[in-house]
């Protein structure tokens, strides 16, 4: 028995209005395994995140988290194994102090106090940002918020990590950053991105949806050459796979 | 835009004054809100005529904006801002309650001025009677005047030197109801937010209105205000769903080390002795008839 698998089995989703979200979503993602989940705007990458963390609940299909589906009873035993990132560090980050903001998980988890601190530190401290400890989420920069935002969610100790779109607004060394620290992570991840480069980096696999459907499924330097199916799904080669724009030479990854 | 911008600086300001770190600032928190509410307390419970005798209290806030280097400008301004409040809740008296409470007569010294005068070959005004009248009215409106400056002096002292969130950890470990409390950070926290937000939409019409005039027609900011509540209802529903991940289940629990050792029952004890002898004992006068006996 694993806690660490997150499976999709014939997922639908409509939403009240009528618009399909998803459809026929068939996935499993194992131990330790790091997912890219890429798609043009509207095409259900958030629809599919909220799914993962039983925010919206599916019409038809289900979602398993380990060995049980998910729904509402299980909730909160699966909201303990499941950390989620969410793209606007404003919304993640609600508490008066930085530390007060990632204490707010353990506490929860009923652990006492000086485990807390202690999970404090060491989440800050992974994340580089201890010294921000005593600070207000308000006065950070959006890198700074960023990185705490994980801070909170990984001192959680969670087995899965579900990111949405990690590296938007972020300055190209914040980027940079977080894509090493995200590297050190050994926790299964599931990464929401526009950023093709860094899914390239950060996860050998890639699930590409259009539409509310699964476009493919697959090794992500594979999926990202095919050029046909990258624009069927509205999206763009890579940059670091593209041509270099001065000497036209293919800068190939490999 | 730039108003909104400007009080949202203002606002992190006194987050800054909030994390000195002079003796005050280091006080257990629970003493400053004990201190703060017995002082409040004590300025409110005099008679509504009363002026003489809130004059004394002006020391605490006075020892305190010393004690703990606080800005004495910006405490200012922040009061000024909020004045009308006091003075629309008083503006009335003076119209209602007519009545004459308070005479005080100038005649003698008046008198005494123009023999001076005359003694030195001056003609001032002519003899006669000279008699200042003051309605209840205007009595208790600078009664209401006073109390504000006192009560709101203190409660920005203390969030100047005590921090809104200590402020708010403090008042649970009185017992304040839980969900008040989160209410409260809450309101602190997102107010940097919203304002922020709000910010950004002025700042998206005022780029797109020229030269239109700098004020907003009334059928725009119906809009605008109706965009900004629904903005505000999706960002509460997707902070609730970040808290019900991180395992929110309705209370908000804050690790605080908090020591309330003998300087904090000193501080304590001190003031709340003086703020007692302050409301028991009319002070001004007393001073008064000692320098009457002393002098004359």
Redesign the interface.
């Known amino acids: 028995m694993s806690h660490h698998i997150v499976q999709a089995e014939n997922l639908h989703y409509t939403y009240p209005d009528g618009t399909v979200g998803l459809n026929e979503i068939n996935f499993k993602i194992h131990h330790g395994e790091s997912v890219a989940l890429v798609g043009s705007n509207g095409a259900g990458k958030s629809t599919l995140l909220l799914h993962l963390i039983g925010s919206l609940i599916s019409t038809k299909g289900n979602i398993r988290i380990g060995d049980y589906p998910l729904n509402r009873k299980n909730l909160k035993s699966v909201r303990r194994s499941v950390g989620m990132v969410f793209q606007d560090p404003d919304d993640q980050l609600f508490m008066p102090t930085v530390f007060d903001d990632v204490a707010f998980g353990p506490i929860n988890l009923g652990l006492p106090e000086s485990e807390v601190e202690q999970r404090v530190m060491q989440a800050l401290e992974t994340v580089g940002v201890s010294h921000l400890v005593k600070r207000s989420p308000h006065k950070l920069s959006g890198g700074e918020k960023r990185a705490v935002a994980i801070a909170t969610v990984i001192a959680t100790m969670p087995d899965i990590l579900i990111m949405d779109e990690p590296s938007s607004n972020l300055d190209p060394a914040s980027r940079r950053r977080l894509i090493n620290l995200l590297k050190t992570f050994t926790h299964t991840k599931i990464i929401a991105t526009h950023d093709l480069d860094m899914a390239i980096e950060l996860c050998e696999r890639t699930i590409i949806l259009s539409n509310g459907k699964i476009a493919a499924d697959g090794q992500t330097k594979e999926l990202f050459q095919d050029e046909r199916l990258l624009n069927m799904s509205g999206l763009e080669k890579p940059l670091t796979m593209q041509g270099c724009i001065v000497c036209s030479k293919q800068n190939f990854i490999c | 835009m730039a108003n909104l911008q400007s009080n949202l600086l203002d606002m ?1 300001y006194m ?1 800054t004054i909030a ?1 000195g770190e002079t003796r005050l600032h280091n006080l257990d928190p629970r003493a400053k809100v004990m201190t703060t509410l017995i002082f409040v307390a004590a300025v409110v419970s005099f008679d509504k005529y009363e002026i003489a005798m809130l004059i004394p209290f002006f020391i605490y806030p006075a020892v305190m904006v010393a004690w703990a280097e606080l800005p004495v400008v910006y405490l200012f301004k922040k009061m000024v801002v909020l004045m009308p409040f006091a003075f629309f809740i008083g503006m009335f008296n003076p119209v209602i309650d007519t009545d004459i409470i308070l005479r005080v007569d100038f005649t003698d010294i008046v008198t005494r001025f123009i023999e001076v005068m005359r003694l030195v070959e001056i003609n001032t005004v002519q003899d006669g009677i000279w008699l200042v009248e003051i309605s209840g009215g205007w009595i208790s409106f600078f009664s209401i005047m006073v109390r504000f400056f006192l009560t709101v002096g203190a409660a920005l002292i203390l969030i100047s030197i005590t ?3 200590s402020v ?1 950890v403090a008042l649970q470990k009185f017992g304040v109801p839980k969900p008040f409390i989160v209410q409260l ?2 309101l ?3 107010m ?2 919203l304002i922020d937000e709000a910010s950004r939409m002025v700042r998206a019409r005022s780029l797109r209105t020229f030269d239109s005039g700098s004020h907003m027609s009334f059928n725009l900011f119906i809009p605008m205000i109706g965009q900004l509540l629904l903005r505000t209802l999706d ?1 509460a529903q ?2 609730h ?9 309705g209370h ?4 605080r080390k908090m020591n309330f050792g003998i300087h904090e029952t000193l501080f304590v004890a001190v003031w709340s002795f003086i703020f007692i002898m302050f409301r028991l004992y009319n002070i001004p006068v007393q001073v008064g008839m000692l320098v009457t006996e002393l002098f004359l």
Do not use: K, P
């Not at chain 2, 769903?241 to 289940?249: N, Q």
């Not at chain 2, 908000?252 to 690790?255: A, L």
């Open positions: 992190f987050d994390s921090g809104f969130d708010c950070m809450f602190y926290r997102y940097f937010v960002r997707r902070i769903l970040a808290m019900c991940c991180r395992g929110f289940e908000i629990n804050m690790v």
